[in-house]
């Protein structure tokens, strides 16, 4: 089937024509819509979840970096109204159904108790999606990445519940090997993985941690 051309162009940039009509011709943003999802990242959540099993009833569960809020719906739907979601982000977000939303600097020093505290305790499930502006130098982004994986790390390290979960966006080439030697060390399991949801283009990948392992006196 042919896709949605634009019925015009003038005035609009060739990055801005070729954004616009990839969102017109994407079946996940078409389908986000149709199921009241805030964005296309859903379903990336979904497919996640589908495939590791994180997101059980009743968990605890801390999003980053949560704007504009699709994986947060997605994490209050599969945890169900016995458990806990909250979405942390530097940009106001609308109400989420069975959604605790902060307006916050999660990579402020500040951040580990105050995350705790909206908690009501410890997370079962800490989430990451953060994504610092892309500058086009594949390099820099991936560095800059690299250092948001880092702090949402060190934040999982802080709230997370011993057997937990850590899940976060990195670039295609992996975790850098220090961060990822680190979450081997504090997760039964570490894993790579590309949802079909993510772009064919995109750099993007998740990584999975497993088992979160609370020892005395670990970093």
Do not use: C
Request: proline letters at 5%.
């Amino acid at each position: 089937m042919a896709g949605i051309r634009l019925k015009t162009a003038k005035g609009r940039r060739p990055s801005s024509q070729r954004w616009l009509r990839r969102q017109l011709n994407d079946p996940y943003v078409a389908a986000a819509r149709k199921q009241g999802y805030r964005s296309r990242a859903a379903f990336k959540l979904s497919e996640l979840d589908d495939r590791f099993g994180f997101l059980r009833k009743d968990a605890h569960v801390l999003d980053l970096g949560a704007a504009p809020g699709g994986w947060s719906q997605v994490a209050a739907e599969r945890v169900g109204p016995s458990g806990r979601v909250v979405a942390a982000d530097l940009n106001p977000l609308d109400p989420i159904a069975g959604v605790t939303v902060l307006t916050f600097d999660a990579l402020a020093p500040e951040a580990p108790a105050a995350l705790r505290a909206a908690m009501g305790g410890q997370a079962d499930v800490v989430l990451s999606d953060m994504a610092a502006p892309s500058t086009g130098h594949r390099a820099t982004d991936h560095l800059r990445i690299v250092a948001l994986v880092e702090a949402a790390a060190a934040i999982a390290g802080d709230v997370l519940a011993p057997g937990g979960s850590f899940v976060a966006k990195v670039f295609q080439g992996g975790t850098e090997a220090k961060l990822l030697a680190e979450l081997k060390r504090r997760f039964a399991s570490v894993r790579h993985a590309k949802p079909k949801a993510s772009r064919s283009e995109s750099a993007e990948i998740y990584v999975i941690a497993t088992g979160f392992r609370s020892a005395p006196g670990a970093v």
